[in-house]
């Protein structure tokens, strides 16, 4: 029965370590077409804000966790001015030069994963010269569930109510919202949306906010039981990237669809033969989905719905 309550729990927790992990990613890749490799810092900008708040201000953890996402959220829109769509720098060369020097990322996969890993290594090594290679972190809030000799964090059940509330809530931004409607708009068809007046350059930075920000919620929520070190991010990139691939196209339901499969597969290998392991499977679980779904769970779904419907 011991056995049967941790694997639940530590599905519950691979859960939520996907699901948050991915879900910034998800947004920003399904509707910007940016592979933002810098990811794993943007997480890294909410998990310090978050913890040095605490330390050095004396903020309480849980105002300190919506602080880090916000502060991120301002960062992320601050990189997609300057770096994504080049607004800033062109607004500046056409005024000098009369003419602009940065052509926008969106939909250059290529060009987007040179430009964010540029800034992936800044992100890092800025922070480590600024604070070190390591700083003090946060005590885990709640303490532990204890049946008999079992013990388990609290805080990590609650990390997977979180993540359950937050796919919720992006469901409901996406598509109960002007905004999600919009935003839906610019990923069908950009040149239309833009002719029905949606201010599609205005969605992308809005959007690229929006994602950054639960990326570093995602931090935040994560410092208290995390090392905090500038390269903390790099736990969470392979998830992150394997649930959007394996997820598909569809952000909010990909996102938990993948966050289910994924967290059943790291839970249970991880249970059986350690964390490495896990990873391995993970990363095993991706070549399979892209030799034999590769658009995705939710492309796969989407391809038997037109199926049937063609058929009737």
Do not use: C, W
């Amino acid at each position: 029965m011991v056995n049967g309550i941790n694997l639940a729990l530590q599905f519950l927790d691979s859960f939520a370590f996907i699901v948050l992990a991915a879900a910034g990613l998800a947004i920003i890749f399904g509707i910007m077409g940016v592979i933002n490799l810098a990811h794993g810092e943007f997480i890294l900008i909410g998990a310090y804000t978050s913890t040095l708040s605490v330390t050095h201000l004396g903020i309480p953890l849980a105002v300190a966790i919506p602080i880090g996402g916000v502060v991120t959220a301002l960062f992320g829109i601050l990189t997609e001015r300057v770096i994504i769509s080049g607004a800033v720098p062109n607004y500046v060369s056409q005024r000098t030069l009369d003419r602009d020097i940065i052509e926008p990322l969106y939909d250059r996969l290529a060009d987007s994963m040179v430009a964010t890993f540029g800034l992936s290594l800044i992100l890092t090594q800025g922070t480590r010269i600024a604070f070190g290679n390591s700083i003090d972190g946060l005590s885990t809030p709640f303490g532990p569930i204890e049946y008999g000799a079992f013990s388990y964090s609290t805080y990590r059940i609650v990390l997977a109510a979180v993540s359950i509330g937050l796919l919720v809530a992006t469901y409901y931004l996406f598509t109960r919202t002007e905004f999600g409607m919009r935003a839906r708009a610019t990923i069908q068809d950009k040149e239309t949306a833009r002719a029905m007046g949606v201010d599609t350059e205005r969605m992308y930075m809005l959007t690229f906010g929006i994602g950054s920000g639960l990326a570093g919620l995602t931090g935040a929520l994560f410092a208290p039981v995390i090392t905090m070190r500038p390269t903390l991010g790099d736990q969470f990139l392979v998830e992150s990237f394997v649930a959007v691939v394996v997820g598909g196209p569809s952000v909010v339901l990909g996102t938990a669809l993948s966050g289910g499969v994924l967290g059943a597969i790291l839970a249970v290998f991880s249970n059986l033969y350690g964390t490495f392991i896990g990873r391995i499977a993970l990363l095993v679980a991706a070549l399979i989905a892209l030799r034999f779904l590769p658009d995705g769970i939710t492309g796969f779904i989407e391809q038997l719905r037109k199926r049937r419907q063609e058929s009737e």
